[in-house]
Nanobody, 125 residues
Framework: QVQLLESGGGLVRAGGSLSLFCAAT????????MAWFRQAPGKNREFVAA???????DYPDFARGRFTISRDNAKNTVSLEMNSLRPEDTAVYYC???????????????????WGQGTQVTVSS
């Protein structure tokens, strides 16, 4: 069992930056593939970034070049650095952990077993 807690959300102007953090208790995050998803009001939860156990990363088109996912095993955290933020990036951002995959990552919500409570990111125009 692992518990995930996101932090770092907030209000930022378009073009600005934010860093989100996911801290884990219960198990070490190096044992998991990790990902960030987001969900805007009235929309499905959407894949944002993933990092495998071997630090292979994956991003959808809207995030590539603007967002960076990384892990700090010593601190047992995963981060999401977001730059050049847009109003359409406004959503609740969730951290998720996949205990199964060894090398690859997944973009599917159903592949992630553990979830945090989410942190709100609001980008004003």
């Amino acid at each position: 069992q692992v518990q995930l807690l996101e932090s770092g959300g907030g209000l930022v102007r378009a073009g600005g930056s934010l860093s989100l953090f996911c801290a884990a208790t219960g198990r070490t995050l190096s044992s998991f593939g990790m990902a960030w998803f987001r969900q805007a009001p009235g929309k499905n939860r959407e894949f944002v970034a993933a990092i495998s156990r071997s630090d292979r990363t994956d991003y959808p088109d809207f995030a590539r070049g603007r967002f960076t996912i990384s892990r700090d095993n010593a601190k047992n955290t995963v981060s999401l650095e977001m730059n050049s933020l847009r109003p359409e990036d406004t959503a609740v951002y969730y951290c998720a952990a996949d205990p199964k995959r060894l090398v690859s990552t997944s973009r599917s919500v159903v592949e992630y077993e553990y979830w945090g409570q989410g942190t709100q990111v609001t980008v004003s125009s």
